[in-house]
């Protein structure tokens, strides 16, 4: 599972059992309390049987650590006391642009965008990650 966390939605997606495919699942919407979000998040990493879960972390350009790093790092110390499977933060970079380009490509309206965009960048992020360790084998 990959998480794009930010302050307003968390998008999850899901990978195959294989580690071959990454899916978006959800966008899951803030709600002005962590605690909720976290327990919201614990349920669905339980629910789909996760064995890893990927949190992006937004790295600027040079590779230094984005103002949403220290939020993205401190829900992921959150979340690993609620779930026991290993949590790894992931270079998100350019994700949100990547998938709000793809949406528009498949002719997304802007609203649709907005509902989808989240749950679509996590999925990057995790396709991302599974290559990454996929060429690490």
Same mark, same amino acid.
């Given at each position: 599972?990959?998480?794009?966390?930010?302050?307003?939605?968390?998008?999850?997606?899901?990978?195959?059992?294989?580690?071959?495919?990454?899916?978006?699942?959800?966008?899951?919407?803030?709600?002005?309390?962590?605690?909720?979000? @976290?327990? +919201?998040?614990?349920?669905?990493? $339980?629910?789909? #049987?996760? %064995?890893?879960?990927? !949190?992006?972390?937004? *790295?600027? &350009?040079?590779?230094?650590?984005?103002?949403?790093?220290?939020?993205?790092?401190?829900?992921?110390?959150?979340?690993?006391?609620?779930?026991?499977?290993?949590?790894?933060?992931?270079?998100?970079?350019?994700?949100?642009?990547?998938?709000?380009?793809? @949406?528009? +490509?498949?002719?997304?309206?802007? $609203?649709?965008? #907005?509902? %989808?965009?989240?749950? !679509?960048?996590?999925? *990057?992020? &995790?396709?991302?990650?599974?290559?990454?360790?996929?060429?690490?084998?």
């Amino acid at each position: 599972m990959a998480l794009d966390v930010g302050e307003k939605t968390i998008g999850v997606a899901l990978s195959d059992e294989l580690g071959i495919v990454a899916s978006p699942l959800v966008t899951v919407r803030r709600t002005g309390s962590e605690k909720a979000d @976290l327990r +919201e998040v614990a349920r669905l990493v $339980e629910e789909h #049987g996760v %064995s890893k879960v990927v !949190v992006g972390i937004p *790295l600027m &350009l040079s590779g230094a650590e984005a103002v949403q790093a220290g939020k993205a790092r401190g829900f992921a110390a959150k979340l690993a006391r609620r779930v026991r499977v290993p949590i790894e933060m992931w270079d998100e970079r350019l994700t949100t642009v990547e998938a709000e380009r793809a @949406l528009i +490509e498949a002719g997304e309206t802007r $609203e649709q965008r #907005g509902r %989808s965009v989240d749950k !679509v960048a996590a999925a *990057l992020i &995790l396709r991302s990650y599974l290559a990454a360790k996929g060429s690490d084998s």
